[in-house]
C-alpha cells in the first residue's frame, strides 16, 4: 500500500528554520502532484505548498517567500523548507500526494478537499 512517512518537525523559536520531508514509497512522487498541508487545534487547516506534475509550484499566501516545496526524484521524496517561522505556522504537517492532477494549482485545490493520499504528519511547534 502507499506510504507517506513524514520527518523534520520540532520545536524552534520564531524566525527560526526547519525542514520536512515526506519520503514515499509504492507511489512515485514524479508522477503525482504532491503537497503539503497543515492543521492548528479548532482550524481547519490549509493546505500550504503544492507542486504540480508539470514542475508548477503553489503557496499559499500566508507562506509565500518563506517556504519553498521541493522534490527529489532520486530519492522519491518530497521536502518543505521552512524560513522565517511565525506562531502562527504552528500545527501538524500533513504530506499528500494526488494521482488525477497535472498542476500546482489543482493540488492545492486537491490537498484542501483533502483528496489523495496522506502522510500520519509531522509536529512543528513554533514559540515567540
Known amino acids: 500500500q502507499v506510504q507517506l512517512v513524514e520527518s523534520g518537525g520540532g520545536s524552534v523559536q520564531a524566525g527560526g528554520s526547519l525542514t520536512l520531508s515526506c519520503a514515499a514509497s509504492r507511489i512515485t512522487v514524479s508522477n503525482n502532484c504532491m503537497g503539503w498541508f497543515r492543521q492548528a487545534p479548532g482550524t481547519e487547516g490549509e493546505g500550504v505548498a503544492g507542486?504540480?506534475?508539470?514542475?508548477?509550484?503553489k503557496y499559499a499566501d500566508s507562506v509565500k517567500g518563506r517556504f519553498t516545496i521541493s522534490q527529489d526524484n532520486a530519492k522519491n521524496t518530497l521536502y518543505l523548507q521552512m524560513n522565517s517561522l511565525k506562531p502562527e505556522d504552528t500545527g501538524m504537517y500533513y504530506c499528500?500526494?494526488?494521482?488525477?492532477?497535472?498542476?500546482?494549482?489543482?493540488?492545492?485545490?486537491?490537498?484542501?478537499?483533502?483528496?489523495?493520499?496522506w502522510g500520519q504528519g509531522t509536529q512543528v511547534t513554533v514559540s515567540s
Open positions: 499528500a500526494a494526488v494521482r488525477w492532477c497535472m498542476t500546482a494549482f489543482q493540488a492545492l485545490d486537491a490537498i484542501t478537499a483533502r483528496q489523495g493520499y
Open positions: 507542486i504540480g506534475r508539470d514542475g508548477s509550484t
